[in-house]
C-alpha cells in the first residue's frame, strides 16, 4: 500500500477501488473533502493505472475553429458571446474555415474541434456545407463539432427531430460531438451561471441520442465558481449513469471556471489544489469512463503536467487557436506545438501517445536516442488505426 494511503483517513476508498467495488456518492463527497491530497492522488493513480494498464499519456494534434461568436444567448459566465451590434463580433464563411484547415492539415493535424455561438441568422445548410467541404478536403480529417446546445439549435434551424438532424450531420462528416455546455447540471446553479441554455436532461438526451447511432463523444464539468461540492458529485453521478446505459463517452474534460469578463462574481478562481482533486475524484468516481483529460488550457501546461499523477492520462491538443478560455482571461499560450506536448509528457514520466479523436493511439513515442538526440516512434498497426489515421 502506498506510503501516503496508508496513514490516510480514506484507506476504506483506496481498498474498494483496488477490489474494483463501485464508490459511493458519499464517498466521492468525502474524496473533495479530504485535505490529504498526497493519498488522492495516488488513489486517482492507481485507478489510472488500473484503467488504462501502462504508463502512458496522450495528447492530439488539433486545431480550434470558431464558426462565429455571435450567440443569441447571453450566458452570465461566457466571456465568448457577442451580439450583431458588437465591434468584435464575427462570423466566418465555409470558405475561410478551409482555408484554416488546409494550413492547419500542413502541420499534421487529425483533428478539427469546432465550436460556436447560437448564431441567429445562419441557416441549417451552412453548418452540413461547412462539414461537406472539409471532408472534401482531407477524407481522414476527423471533424469533433457542436456542442448538445448547438445541436438542440440546428434542430430548431432545421425543424428537425434531434435525431434527423445528428444523423443528417454525421452524413455530413460529423466525427464526434464535442462535450462543451455541461457546465453544472444543478438546476438552481444552471440558473444563476446559464439562464436560459439547455437543461441537465436536454444536454444528456443528445448526447444519449448520438451514443444511440453507435457515435460518441467528451462530456465535461465547468467548476469553482458558485457550485457546491456536492453538486460536483451530483454532476458526476448522471454522467455515470448515462456512461452505464450508453458507454458512449470517451473521456471526461474537467474545465476550471475562468473568471474574467463576465458576469459571476468569483472570489476566487480555482486553484490548483482545487484542479488536482478534482481531475482525482473524476478518476476514481468515473470507474466507467476511458479517459480523463487535463485541459491544459485552462489548467496551464506545468499543473496539467502534475495532474498525470492524479488521474488524468491525457492532455488534450495542439489546439493552434483558442478564443473562448482566453477571452475569459486564460493566461496559457494560444497553441502548443507537438514537440510541446511530448516534452511536456517527458517531464512528468509518462510515454506520451499521439492519440485520434477517439482516444485512440495513432503513435507512441519511445525516449530520445542518446547517440543521436532523435525521437524513436514505434507507430501502431491496426484495422481501426489504418482506418482513422489523418496525417500525422
Not at 61 to 79: G, P
Request: glycine share 6%; proline share 3%; aromatic share 8%.
Amino acid at each position: 500500500m502506498n506510503f501516503f494511503i496508508q496513514r490516510s483517513e480514506l484507506r476504506d476508498i483506496y481498498k474498494k477501488v483496488v477490489a474494483g467495488e463501485r464508490i459511493s456518492e458519499a464517498d466521492a463527497l468525502r474524496l473533495f473533502e479530504t485535505k490529504d491530497l498526497n493519498a488522492l492522488g495516488a488513489i486517482a493513480d492507481f485507478a489510472r493505472a488500473k484503467k488504462t494498464g501502462n504508463n502512458h499519456a496522450s495528447f492530439i494534434v488539433n486545431r480550434y475553429i470558431n464558426y462565429s461568436n455571435y450567440c443569441i444567448l447571453s450566458c452570465q459566465f461566457c466571456s465568448f458571446a457577442r451580439k450583431k451590434r458588437d465591434a468584435d463580433g464575427f462570423e466566418l464563411s465555409t470558405e475561410q474555415i478551409v482555408e484554416k484547415a488546409r494550413e492547419a492539415l500542413k502541420l499534421g493535424i487529425t483533428e478539427l474541434h469546432i465550436v460556436g455561438g447560437l448564431h441567429p441568422s445562419l441557416p441549417f445548410s451552412y453548418y452540413t456545407d461547412m462539414l461537406r467541404a472539409l471532408k472534401n478536403l482531407d477524407a481522414r480529417l476527423q471533424l469533433k463539432c457542436f456542442t448538445a446546445i448547438e445541436i438542440l439549435h440546428l434542430a430548431w434551424l432545421a425543424k428537425k427531430s434531434v435525431k434527423q438532424t445528428l444523423i443528417e450531420l454525421k452524413d455530413a462528416g460529423l466525427a464526434s460531438l464535442t462535450g462543451g455546455g455541461a457546465e453544472i447540471f444543478a438546476p438552481e446553479i444552471r440558473k444563476q451561471i446559464a439562464r436560459g441554455k439547455e437543461s441537465a436532461a436536454e444536454y444528456l438526451d443528445v448526447h444519449r441520442t448520438w451514443h444511440k447511432l453507435g457515435q460518441r463523444s467528451t462530456c465535461t464539468m465547468l467548476y469553482g465558481h458558485v457550485e457546491s461540492l456536492a453538486d460536483r458529485v451530483d454532476h458526476l453521478r448522471q454522467l455515470r449513469a448515462l456512461q452505464d446505459e450508453t458507454h458512449g463517452f470517451v473521456a471526461l474534460v474537467p474545465l476550471a471556471y475562468q473568471p474574467e469578463d463576465n458576469d459571476i462574481p468569483v472570489k476566487n478562481a480555482p486553484t490548483g489544489f482545487d484542479s488536482l482533486r478534482t481531475i482525482a475524484v473524476s478518476r476514481i468516481y468515473l470507474d466507467n469512463f476511458p479517459h480523463i483529460t487535463a485541459y491544459w488550457v485552462g489548467l496551464g501546461m506545468k499543473l496539467a503536467q502534475v495532474a498525470l499523477n492524479y488521474g488524468a492520462d491525457d492532455i488534450h491538443g495542439t489546439i493552434i487557436e483558442e478564443h473562448i478560455f482566453h477571452m475569459a482571461g486564460a493566461t496559457s499560450p494560444q497553441l502548443q506545438t507537438e514537440a510541446d506536448m511530448i516534452k511536456a509528457i517527458r517531464e512528468a514520466g509518462r510515454t506520451p501517445v499521439q492519440r485520434n479523436t477517439f482516444y485512440e493511439p495513432i503513435k507512441i513515442l519511445a525516449d530520445v536516442n542518446p547517440a543521436n538526440g532523435e525521437v524513436a516512434e514505434n507507430r501502431l498497426h491496426s484495422k481501426v488505426l489504418e482506418d482513422n489515421l489523418a496525417t500525422a
